[in-house]
Nanobody, 118 residues
Framework: QVQLAEFGGGLVQSGGSLRVSCTAS????????MRWYRQAPGAEREFVAS????????NYGDSVTGRFTISRNNAEKMVYLQMNNLKVEDTAVYYC???????????WGQGTQVTVSS
């Protein structure tokens, strides 16, 4: 089992940048594919980005490709989401998840709010 905690959200102007972070504890970090999702009010949850534990291969949702970058530090058990050229429509609660490569079980953090003003 793994516990996740996100931090770093906040208010930023359109066109600005923000980095949100997620710290993991309780299990072998390299057993997990790390992902970011987001959910805006009244909207469905949306996949943002994922990163593999060893190859660090990444994948992004269409709406963030070219603007967001996911990265991880296995030694520190951290995953990051660097968000550049933010848009008002990026406003959402951002969730960090850890999906176990062997069991498929996915664990969620409590989320961090990102608000982009025009």
């Amino acid at each position: 089992q793994v516990q996740l905690a996100e931090f770093g959200g906040g208010l930023v102007q359109s066109g600005g940048s923000l980095r949100v972070s997620c710290t993991a504890s309780g299990s072998t970090f390299t057993n997990y594919v790390m992902r970011w999702y987001r959910q805006a009010p009244g909207a469905e949850r949306e996949f943002v980005a994922s990163i593999e534990p060893y190859t660090t291969a990444t994948n992004y949702g269409d709406s963030v490709t070219g603007r967001f970058t996911i990265s991880r530090n296995n030694a520190e058990k951290m995953v990051y989401l660097q968000m550049n050229n933010l848009k008002v429509e990026d406003t959402a609660v951002y969730y960090c998840t850890a999906r176990n490569r062997y069991t498929g079980r996915e664990y969620w953090g409590q989320g961090t709010q990102v608000t982009v003003s025009s």
